[in-house]
């Protein structure tokens, strides 16, 4: 039977990998299927990997109406066996609406991939779709590290390298300035505009969320002398 699965977890583990592992395994299988992604890092249509996998897709903009688009294919003769929904928590809730009816009426398969909830730790409207409509729901096991060593369970977004909780829900950082920020590298690899802000984000655990102890904080307020204990 067609489903609609939602493949979930926080930034740095593996979404947008397994979204291209997905497409590749299907098509490698003689099916045919379709990549969409919306606001990807690269800036472009496509679905790109942070381990540098990459493949153009189609942009899902805030008009675009996945039922009429396929319909249109279907009917001008082109196959389309299955979906590969990536960077869906962009998505409104009406397009998941649509893509659930893609699976009970047109019976395909939609894979989504998408975090559950923003910088804010609120959930993105159609995220909360997604677990609303989904016949199952994965958590990705590949589990991303806070820089204390916990697992990480929550995204940061960092503007000028200050935690920031007030902004626009949708605001998508450059990769090479987060991989950057993360190992304490200070060129700006971004190409931003002098004077423009820049936005990074951050995986951290619920306790430095709350505390917003970024891995720069940390650097900058731990001390790298040793504890005054003497030798025994």
């Keep these: 039977m067609p489903e609609l699965i939602f493949f979930t977890g926080p930034m740095d583990c593996g979404k947008s990998t397994l979204a291209l592992q997905v497409h590749h395994t299907h098509t490698a299988g003689g099916r045919a299927g379709r990549l969409f992604t919306s606001h990807d890092r690269s800036g472009q249509a496509r679905v790109t990997s942070r381990l540098g996998l990459e493949q153009r897709a189609l942009e899902v903009h805030p008009g675009f109406d996945f039922w009429r688009w396929l319909v249109d294919e279907l009917t001008s003769g082109r196959r389309v066996d299955y979906l590969v929904c990536d960077e869906a928590q962009?998505?409104?809730?009406?397009?998941?609406?649509?893509?659930?009816?893609i699976v009970d009426e047109l019976q395909l398969d939609v894979f989504a991939f998408g975090i559950l909830s923003d910088f804010r730790t609120r959930m993105f409207p159609a995220s909360q779709r997604l677990?609303?409509?989904?016949?199952?729901?994965?958590?990705?096991?590949?589990?991303?590290?806070?820089?204390?060593?916990?697992?990480?369970?929550?995204?940061?977004?960092?503007?000028?390298?200050?935690?920031?909780?007030?902004?626009?829900?949708?605001?998508?950082?450059?990769?090479?300035?987060?991989?950057?920020?993360?190992?304490?590298?200070?060129?700006?690899?971004?190409?931003?505009?002098?004077?423009?802000?820049?936005?990074?984000?951050?995986?951290?655990?619920?306790?430095?969320?709350?505390?917003?102890?970024?891995?720069?904080?940390?650097?900058?307020?731990?001390?790298?002398?040793?504890?005054?204990f003497e030798e025994v």
Excluded: I, K
């Design 90 to 101: 962009f998505y409104t809730a009406e397009q998941v609406d649509q893509l659930a009816r």
């Design 131 to 228: 677990v609303e409509l989904c016949d199952r729901m994965e958590t990705l096991q590949v589990r991303p590290l806070c820089w204390c060593g916990q697992v990480a369970t929550h995204n940061a977004r960092l503007v000028d390298g200050v935690m920031v909780l007030e902004g626009s829900q949708v605001a998508v950082g450059d990769t090479r300035a987060e991989q950057a920020m993360a190992t304490g590298d200070q060129t700006s690899p971004d190409g931003s505009t002098p004077g423009e802000p820049e936005v990074t984000y951050e995986v951290l655990c619920r306790a430095h969320h709350r505390r917003r102890v970024t891995s720069a904080v940390a650097r900058a307020t731990l001390s790298p002398e040793p504890l005054p």
